[in-house]
């Protein structure tokens, strides 16, 4: 495989909060998906000027896998700090792959109420889907071997930072 070109993840955020922007509702809120999530939500909650909190999910009792892989090493508590019922969610990841983490995360939304809609916001979209998702807002699109893994980290210097890596 050639040298893939990694976008600056900075951008991308802005990139995403300009697609979002026009659809935004005025009671929308962000749910990040942890960890990387988590990250350009708290990213796109500056960039919208919103004021609500973020809700943070963590996935790892709502996924497929979870029986035959068992519990993720860390796991992070989510909070949903905001009332879910009738409220149009905008649930933020990373990246999206297989679909099969934001179909967790959706059904664990739907714990916390029946929200009025969710909309999907990612900063990469690897393609390969194994379920019918597909987000609304995304501003990379990039094919990668199913051997590698995209990994969006913070730096020390807290700036979001691409890397790609053989998957483990």
Same mark, same amino acid.
């Given at each position: 495989?050639?040298?893939l &070109?990694?976008?600056?993840?900075?951008?991308?955020? +802005?990139?995403?909060?300009?697609?979002?922007?026009?659809? /935004?509702?005025?009671?929308? =809120? *962000?749910v990040?998906?942890?960890?990387?999530?988590?990250? =350009? +939500?708290?990213?796109?909650?500056?960039? *919208?000027? !919103?004021?609500?909190?973020?809700?943070?999910?963590?996935?790892?009792?709502?996924?497929?896998?979870?029986? &035959?892989?068992?519990?993720? +090493?860390? =796991?992070?508590?989510?909070?949903?700090?905001?009332?879910? &019922?009738?409220?149009? /969610?905008? !649930?933020?990841?990373?990246? !999206?792959?297989?679909?099969?983490?934001?179909?967790?995360?959706?059904?664990?939304?739907?714990?916390?109420?029946?929200?009025?809609?969710?909309?999907?916001? =990612? /900063?990469?979209?690897?393609g390969?889907?194994?379920l019918?998702?597909?987000?609304?807002?995304?501003?990379?699109?990039?094919?990668?071997?199913p051997?590698? &893994?995209?990994i969006?980290?913070?730096?020390?210097?807290?700036?979001?930072?691409?890397?790609?890596?053989?998957?483990?």
């Amino acid at each position: 495989m050639s040298r893939l &070109e990694l976008p600056d993840a900075e951008t991308q955020c +802005a990139e995403l909060a300009d697609l979002i922007r026009p659809r /935004l509702h005025p009671d929308s =809120v *962000l749910v990040g998906i942890h960890s990387g999530g988590v990250w =350009v +939500a708290q990213r796109l909650r500056e960039l *919208l000027g !919103l004021s609500s909190e973020i809700g943070l999910i963590d996935v790892s009792f709502y996924r497929d896998d979870y029986g &035959e892989k068992g519990l993720h +090493a860390r =796991v992070r508590p989510s909070s949903i700090p905001f009332d879910v &019922e009738g409220r149009p /969610l905008i !649930l933020v990841d990373d990246v !999206l792959y297989t679909g099969r983490t934001t179909r967790a995360a959706i059904n664990a939304l739907f714990d916390y109420g029946r929200p009025a809609r969710i909309q999907l916001a =990612v /900063l990469a979209d690897r393609g390969r889907r194994e379920l019918p998702v597909c987000a609304d807002f995304c501003p990379w699109r990039v094919e990668l071997e199913p051997s590698l &893994e995209l990994i969006l980290s913070a730096g020390d210097d807290d700036r979001l930072q691409w890397t790609v890596a053989q998957d483990a």
